[in-house]
């Protein structure tokens, strides 16, 4: 009798996603400490996406990869580059280049400065590495 | 060390006779000029002109006395001294490219030629006709080959190419030779069969100079991805590579069985080292830069610049490096390769230097000593 002959839809909204005043879980919340932002850059530089066709998988690396990148403190940057091993190194320098492509408002400082110690830990050869690489990151 | 400076254009290959007394060098054009050393200075002695493209590789085979060279105009001559003149024999490559590199078997009875045409073209002598037969090796060479290096039992070729590998093939030609006994490569070897590859997979550039070691048991690549690459025949193939942190190298030379020299765009000649375990390390570069002093400019050398360079600072552009542009070939001066104990640079600078060593009992490089 009291059919319901209008759309059921709303049903399937979920009301608390519009909410403004919604608590969002920050995911990077414990990255802010010095700490876990050198196991961070090791966690992002791990299982790098060097052999996927899927350009969209490789954004989202590189983007998570430029946001640890700004995290880091310029006095603290050098210790990172020291702890990564050659392929590391290797691997930041194609990421620094990956950046530079497209340059947003302040990341080509900050990228700036990781290539200056990247660049004295790795040399020109790590340079030469990203101009070679057949498969990019 | 002793530099040379033949003339200012780049020297693209070199070549020794058999007691050094004699180089054979290219300037960078048609023509190949032989320089008789007399005293400490060089004469040009011969000009060889029979090339109508750029000479691009030369090779003077030490016991018979015979040069090989080929060129950008896709033929290779072999060239004997008849009464003081070099005569020259054309050898029909079957190539429909440039030659980029010749090189004389340690027999000296064939020779190996690179090409653009994505194939090696392996030359020896019919007696029967007189003249120089080629056989090619093209599977599965995919692009230009650029270095070749002859294993000690004259029968296996290593080739280093474009499409960024490393390959040792059989360049067995039953005319000229008995069947090859089984080496760590390999045991069957027929004609132009691949008995190893390496590199490619993932990084890797184009492969600029390969060297066996003299037991033949060890391969030696340069890359141009700024790596060298060393791979023991007799224990599995798995290459042990370094990445380095200077810009590529051109050409790698085995001078023990334990180490290697290398050198390439850095204009410096580098030391490697190649344990009994099979992994590479980097043991210093071969070039000390002497201590430059700076001192106060005086009056007379500001006016002097100012006239000749329109400025007053004292800016040295000179690099370093004895060589002042980029080294493209390493070759063996004194001793063989596993004992060697001077070595010979020449560049794209016109010099060519001679490196001395003084090896400690341990075969562990001590000092480099200038002449």
Request: a neutral charge; aromatic letters at 8%; charged letters at 25%.
């Amino acid at each position: 009798m009291s059919k319901n002959t209008d759309s059921n839809q709303f049903r399937k909204v979920d009301v608390d996603e519009y909410d403004e005043n919604k608590f969002v879980d920050d995911e990077d919340n414990g990255e802010s400490q010095v700490g876990n932002l050198m196991e961070a850059l090791q966690a992002v530089l791990k299982n790098p996406p060097i052999n996927t066709k899927n350009q969209n998988v490789k954004d989202r690396a590189e983007a998570l990869v430029l946001k640890v990148l700004s995290a880091f403190k310029s006095s603290d940057i050098e210790k990172a580059v020291q702890s990564l091993d050659k392929n590391g190194v290797d691997l930041l320098m194609k990421y620094i280049y990956k950046g530079f492509e497209k340059p947003s408002e302040n990341s080509s400082a900050t990228l700036l400065l990781w290539h200056e110690k990247a660049l004295s830990a790795g040399g020109v050869g790590s340079i030469v590495r990203v101009l070679t690489a057949r498969k990019t990151v | 060390m002793s530099l040379h400076q033949f003339l200012l254009e780049p020297i693209t290959c070199h070549a020794w006779n058999r007691d050094r007394t004699q180089i054979a060098i290219s300037p960078n054009n048609h023509e190949v000029h032989i320089y008789q050393k007399s005293g400490n200075q060089w004469v040009k002695s011969h000009e060889l002109k029979e090339h109508n493209g750029h000479i691009t590789g030369i090779d003077w085979a030490p016991k018979s006395d015979r040069i090989v060279t080929c060129g950008a105009d896709r033929n290779a001559y072999v060239w004997s001294l008849k009464d003081g003149v070099w005569k020259p024999t054309l050898v029909i490559l079957r190539i429909n490219r440039a030659a980029t590199f010749v090189k004389w078997s340690p027999l000296e009875n064939k020779f190996a030629v690179g090409s653009g045409a994505r194939l090696i073209s392996v030359c020896y002598f019919e007696s029967d006709n007189d003249w120089w037969v080629s056989k090619h090796i093209k599977k599965p060479i995919r692009s230009t080959v650029l270095s070749l290096d002859w294993h000690p039992n004259n029968v296996l070729l290593a080739a280093g190419s474009c499409d960024f590998k490393c390959r040792v093939f059989s360049a067995y030609i039953k005319e000229v030779e008995e069947k090859p006994g089984p080496t760590p490569w390999g045991s069957k070897m027929p004609f132009g069969a691949v008995l190893a590859e390496f590199g490619g997979a993932g990084g890797g550039g184009w492969v600029h100079s390969v060297s066996f070691s003299s037991s033949g048991n060890r391969l030696a690549w340069v890359s141009h991805d700024s790596t060298v690459t060393v791979v023991d025949g007799t224990k599995g193939s798995t290459p042990s590579q370094l990445k380095t942190e200077f810009l590529p190298l051109l050409s790698v030379l085995f001078i023990s069985e334990n180490s290697v020299v290398a050198a390439g765009h850095d204009c410096c000649p580098m030391l490697f080292r190649c344990d009994d375990g099979g992994s590479l390390t980097f043991v210093s570069k071969l070039d000390l830069p002497k201590a430059s002093i700076t001192r106060n400019i005086s009056a007379m050398e500001r006016f002097r610049n100012m006239d000749k360079r329109a400025t007053t600072e004292d800016r040295n552009t000179a690099l370093e490096t004895l060589h002042q542009n980029s080294i493209t070939q390493v070759s063996i001066y004194e001793g063989d390769q596993s004992d060697c104990r001077k070595f010979c640079t020449t560049g794209i600078d016109g010099a060519m230097t001679i490196w001395d060593f003084k090896l400690s009992s341990h075969c562990d490089l001590k000092k480099v000593e200038c002449n």
